[in-house]
């Protein structure tokens, strides 16, 4: 008798969101089973993985990080060339700058970095605000127009400004990363509002918060789990989009990428042990979902690029 393999029947699928124009674009979602299970469905489109930029050089970046960018970073037009030499899917632009605490940058100061930067580089554009969320409001609608018909998923719209990011991401035909935190229901919620006011949901890419391992990482990963169950196996609309997954943002304030040698010896090369540290905070996120990763060392992008190649 032969042997049958039992395999899962879904009846939902992952919305697909295309990020970009013309020969460059790039194409998230589309799976109709759960991560990396080619046996039960369909994975059109490998997850993409995004370099992380800056409007302001990276001064609160760890010392091994910044080695991997230096000569760059002291300009978002050099540094996003910089991230596309080194195979990037995508620039995820981060506009720190902006930040009250940090340099207060103007959102038309904002705007014309968003606009040089798109400008500048062949791939897809992703615009992250600066996390506050009241100043967010302002600069992402600046840089939303600047960089209209550039096709960028722009964010994070959370609870406390999603209408004004999400009105500027449809006012220009821009993508949409909408935030929750850390919670099931919250997405799903966030996502209803987006729709009730008219932004397409088939537009919107999820951020549930990511964590770094060892920091949440199992939490995270539940959270993620659940929502790519409730997609698939529940065919729930509402939970349909793709995932993105700020993992650099997260990885490189841990003490495992920061503690030098002498300190903590047992551990090993703060180099190597720190480049892993973000790879395998990564591929948790690749297995419990993620269909785009936004990370910081360039040879962490790569490693994860060649984990995803074997996996798909």
Excluded at 13 to 29: L, N
Excluded at 48 to 62: C, G, K, R
Excluded at 102 to 107: E, G, I, T, V
Aim: charge should be negative; hydrophobic fraction near 45%; aromatic fraction near 6%.
């Amino acid at each position: 008798m032969a042997l049958v393999i039992p395999k899962e029947s879904y009846s939902g699928k992952i919305y697909e969101v295309q990020i970009g124009s013309g020969g460059k674009s790039v194409t998230i979602g589309g799976a109709n089973a759960l991560p990396f299970l080619s046996f039960e469905g369909v994975f059109p489109h490998k997850p993409a993985v995004a370099l992380e930029i800056m409007d302001i050089a990276p001064t609160d970046w760890p010392e091994t990080v910044q080695k991997a960018v230096s000569g760059a970073s002291a300009n978002p037009v050099s540094w996003a060339k910089f991230c596309q030499e080194q195979g990037a899917d995508l620039v995820a632009l981060r506009l720190l700058g902006t930040h009250p605490d940090q340099q207060n940058k103007s959102a038309d100061e904002a705007a014309r970095v968003a606009a040089d930067v798109a400008a500048a580089i062949d791939v897809p554009l992703v615009i992250l605000g600066s996390g506050q969320a009241e100043k967010d409001s302002q600069v992402l609608q600046a840089a939303a127009a600047a960089t209209r018909g550039k096709n960028c998923a722009i964010g994070k719209a959370v609870e406390e400004n999603y209408k004004t990011v999400a009105a500027a991401a449809m006012a220009n035909d821009h993508k949409l990363i909408a935030m929750s935190q850390l919670d099931v229901n919250l997405a799903k919620q966030l996502n209803i509002l987006l729709s009730q006011m008219g932004f397409a949901k088939e537009k919107i890419i999820m951020d549930p918060m990511s964590s770094a391992l060892g920091y949440g990482l199992e939490y995270t990963y539940s959270v993620m789990e659940r929502i790519r169950q409730a997609a698939l196996l529940q065919n729930d609309p509402m939970m349909q989009t793709p995932i993105v997954c700020d993992i650099g943002l997260n990885v490189w304030k841990v003490k495992e990428t920061i503690a030098p040698d002498a300190e903590m010896p047992e551990w090993g090369g703060l180099a190597d042990r720190a480049l892993a540290w973000e790879v395998i905070s990564a591929s948790g996120m690749l297995t419990a979902g993620a269909d785009m990763l936004i990370m910081r060392h360039p040879g962490a992008a790569a490693k994860t690029k060649e984990l995803i190649a074997d996996l798909m």
